[in-house]
């Protein structure tokens, strides 16, 4: 599966971002999907994931109660709506797929990476 992120931006501390991950194939709703980011000089870290019924969901602590993960598998879209930004939120955020139906923090289920879109977020 190919994936493109897209909806990055820059906004300021408190503001809200959604960012979209559209993916090829007719098989999407076979893969769980994730989003994970990468801030300047750290290693990427998981940031949530969501099975493919979308039942399931798994967030990091440090987005859980601002971040929300959903998926439209007849538009083969997974979306990340992000509120309450705050600066250490800036990162490169990627989407990822994952062949397999349940949802997992894991980095290394993921077989399949997007681009990356920026996020910034001014303090």
């Known amino acids: 599966v190919q994936l493109q992120a897209s909806g990055g931006g820059t906004v300021q501390a408190g503001g809200s971002l959604r960012l979209s991950c559209a993916a090829s194939?007719?098989?999407?709703?076979?893969?769980?999907m994730g989003w994970f980011r990468q801030a300047p000089g750290k290693e990427r870290e998981f940031v949530a994931s969501?099975?493919?019924?979308?039942?399931?969901?798994y967030y990091a602590n440090s987005v859980k109660g601002r971040f929300t993960i959903s998926r439209n598998n007849a538009k083969n879209t997974v979306y990340l709506q992000m509120n309450s930004l705050k600066a250490e939120d800036t990162a490169v955020y990627f989407c990822?797929?994952?062949?397999?139906?349940?949802?997992?923090?894991?980095?290394?289920?993921?077989?399949?990476w997007g681009q990356g879109t920026l996020v910034t977020v001014s303090s």
């Open positions: 990822a797929a994952a062949i397999m139906r349940l949802a997992t923090d894991l980095e290394r289920d993921f077989s399949s």
């Open positions: 194939g007719r098989t999407f709703s076979s893969y769980a």
């Open positions: 969501i099975n493919w019924s979308g039942g399931s969901i």
